[in-house]
């Protein structure tokens, strides 16, 4: 018989929220605050469609995990062996090229708010700091502070998008599909980035470790994943709006990459005060830490998980955290990245991740579409016509986008 969720509802609310702020990074903020930079509020469609389509693939993850008892890894391996060699080189491979990335977004703007230490020392504090908490603490704490870690994104963000006072006609015209003159690519790509990548996959190793089990759970992780991810659109449609309002109308450009939200910091403090700015970095930061702790703990189960798989060797009794290959992880994407810390332009590895980064998500639509329709699956689980076409839609979309990322990685 299926366990049933009992007592309050916001009691359970949890895994959800700390994929979605797992995925909502640095990057994604930039991403979006460009789009606004350079077409108004004409592409808010795509941002809120790519939180729809991480809607479907984070469902349909921690559904088969619900449904089966068992983890979308052992889906994968159920599939063919090539499945675990394809995310064992590639969890390797983003794990260091993600541990820098993501401790140099969360240095940025610590470094700016307290200058006492470089950005590669605040780097490397992050990264320790990333690799303490999950070393020492399980999934409620770090459940509870990420809550804490979205409060103050909230509260920042949508403060920031009153302030700069939007155009409610032009932000409802931007819900209208259109395609401005050469943003075919970038909406594509607004669409696939938003709300993250591989970490959807980890949302049932969230909902494992939150202690739901079985099919009775459906309803509940539904919700949850709902509520997650309309948070995440109100951060989209937040920083949206400070694009078209205080960039677009005045024509300026951000820096590509994280350090464009040192950009606006600027346009803030000129706008508003320092106050505001100072704020805005403290949201920075909080974005970004709660993206490395979320790594350091979801992407460690999920490979704590495919060492069990792929080597058929079960991980010891008790937390998954306290096992080697959990710890072996986490230690991964900390300390060997502090070597590219230094580095000036790491091209080769970066063509590498970005090969791999760009089949990844095809590959789990794809698989989630295989795996979900099986008719072993009990019936309340399998895939209606909704899922399998929101799959499918996915599937098509991550394809077109792996074909454009890897053009673009080697036609240069």
Same mark, same amino acid.
């Given at each position: 018989?299926?366990?049933?969720?009992?007592?309050?509802?916001?009691?359970?609310?949890?895994?959800?929220?700390?994929?979605?702020?797992?995925?909502?990074?640095?990057?994604?903020?930039?991403?979006?605050?460009?789009?606004?930079?350079?077409?108004?509020?004409?592409?808010?469609?795509?941002?809120?469609?790519?939180?729809?389509?991480?809607?479907?693939?984070?469902?349909?993850?921690?559904?088969?995990?619900?449904?089966?008892?068992?983890? /979308?890894?052992?889906?994968?391996?159920?599939?063919?062996?090539?499945?675990?060699?394809?995310?064992?080189?590639?969890?390797?491979?983003?794990?260091?090229?993600?541990?820098?990335?993501?401790?140099?977004?969360?240095?940025?703007?610590?470094?700016?708010?307290?200058?006492? +230490?470089?950005?590669?020392?605040?780097?490397?504090?992050?990264?320790?700091?990333?690799?303490?908490?999950?070393?020492?603490?399980?999934?409620?704490?770090?459940?509870?502070?990420?809550? /804490?870690?979205?409060?103050?994104?909230?509260?920042?963000?949508?403060?920031?998008?009153?302030?700069?006072?939007?155009?409610?006609? &032009?932000?409802?015209?931007? +819900?209208?599909?259109?395609?401005?003159?050469?943003?075919?690519?970038?909406?594509?790509?607004?669409?696939?980035?938003?709300?993250?990548?591989?970490?959807?996959?980890?949302?049932?190793?969230?909902?494992?470790?939150?202690?739901?089990?079985?099919?009775?759970?459906?309803? &509940? &992780?539904?919700?949850?994943?709902?509520?997650?991810?309309?948070?995440?659109?109100?951060?989209?449609?937040? &920083?949206?709006?400070?694009?078209?309002?205080?960039?677009?109308?005045?024509?300026?450009?951000?820096?590509?990459?994280?350090?464009?939200? +040192?950009?606006?910091?600027?346009?803030?403090?000129?706008?508003?005060?320092?106050?505001?700015?100072?704020?805005?970095? /403290?949201?920075?930061?909080?974005?970004?830490?709660?993206?490395? +702790?979320?790594?350091?703990?979801?992407?460690?189960?999920?490979?704590?998980?495919?060492?069990?798989?792929?080597?058929?060797?079960?991980?010891?009794?008790?937390?998954?955290?306290?096992?080697?290959?959990?710890?072996?992880?986490?230690?991964?994407?900390?300390?060997?990245?502090?070597?590219?810390?230094?580095?000036?332009?790491?091209?080769?590895?970066?063509?590498?991740?970005?090969?791999?980064?760009?089949?990844?998500?095809?590959?789990?639509?794809?698989?989630?579409?295989?795996?979900?329709?099986?008719?072993?699956?009990?019936?309340?689980?399998?895939?209606?016509?909704?899922?399998?076409?929101?799959?499918?839609?996915?599937?098509?979309?991550?394809?077109?986008?792996?074909?454009?990322?890897?053009?673009?990685?080697?036609?240069?």
């Amino acid at each position: 018989m299926s366990e049933q969720p009992s007592g309050s509802l916001w009691r359970h609310i949890g895994p959800g929220i700390v994929v979605a702020a797992t995925g909502v990074g640095a990057g994604d903020l930039v991403a979006t605050l460009i789009a606004g930079s350079r077409f108004g509020y004409a592409l808010l469609w795509a941002a809120i469609l790519g939180c729809i389509v991480k809607i479907a693939l984070s469902e349909g993850s921690a559904r088969y995990h619900l449904a089966t008892g068992s983890t /979308i890894l052992a889906g994968w391996q159920s599939l063919g062996r090539w499945t675990g060699w394809y995310f064992g080189i590639y969890v390797v491979i983003w794990g260091f090229i993600y541990g820098a990335t993501a401790m140099s977004a969360t240095a940025l703007p610590l470094a700016a708010l307290f200058p006492v +230490l470089p950005l590669t020392g605040w780097a490397i504090l992050t990264g320790l700091a990333g690799f303490a908490f999950v070393f020492f603490n399980r999934y409620e704490r770090l459940e509870g502070l990420i809550k /804490i870690l979205v409060a103050v994104m909230f509260v920042v963000i949508v403060s920031l998008a009153v302030l700069a006072a939007p155009d409610l006609p &032009m932000l409802l015209s931007g +819900l209208a599909v259109t395609l401005p003159g050469h943003s075919l690519f970038y909406t594509l790509g607004l669409i696939g980035g938003v709300g993250g990548t591989v970490t959807t996959a980890a949302y049932g190793y969230w909902a494992q470790a939150k202690g739901w089990n079985g099919t009775g759970w459906l309803p &509940m &992780m539904r919700i949850d994943n709902a509520v997650a991810y309309i948070l995440t659109g109100i951060f989209v449609v937040a &920083m949206m709006i400070v694009g078209a309002e205080l960039l677009y109308a005045a024509s300026i450009a951000l820096q590509s990459g994280d350090r464009g939200l +040192l950009d606006l910091s600027n346009v803030l403090a000129a706008r508003f005060g320092q106050p505001v700015a100072a704020a805005f970095l /403290i949201g920075f930061a909080a974005t970004a830490f709660s993206s490395v +702790l979320g790594v350091w703990h979801g992407m460690s189960l999920f490979f704590a998980d495919w060492y069990a798989q792929f080597f058929n060797r079960p991980l010891p009794e008790g937390p998954p955290e306290r096992s080697a290959p959990f710890r072996a992880y986490a230690a991964w994407l900390t300390f060997p990245p502090m070597l590219l810390l230094y580095a000036q332009q790491p091209f080769l590895l970066a063509v590498i991740y970005g090969a791999f980064g760009a089949l990844f998500m095809p590959f789990l639509a794809v698989t989630l579409l295989l795996l979900l329709n099986r008719r072993d699956l009990p019936a309340e689980a399998r895939n209606g016509w909704l899922s399998n076409a929101m799959l499918a839609g996915s599937a098509l979309l991550f394809v077109v986008l792996a074909g454009q990322q890897l053009w673009s990685l080697f036609a240069a």
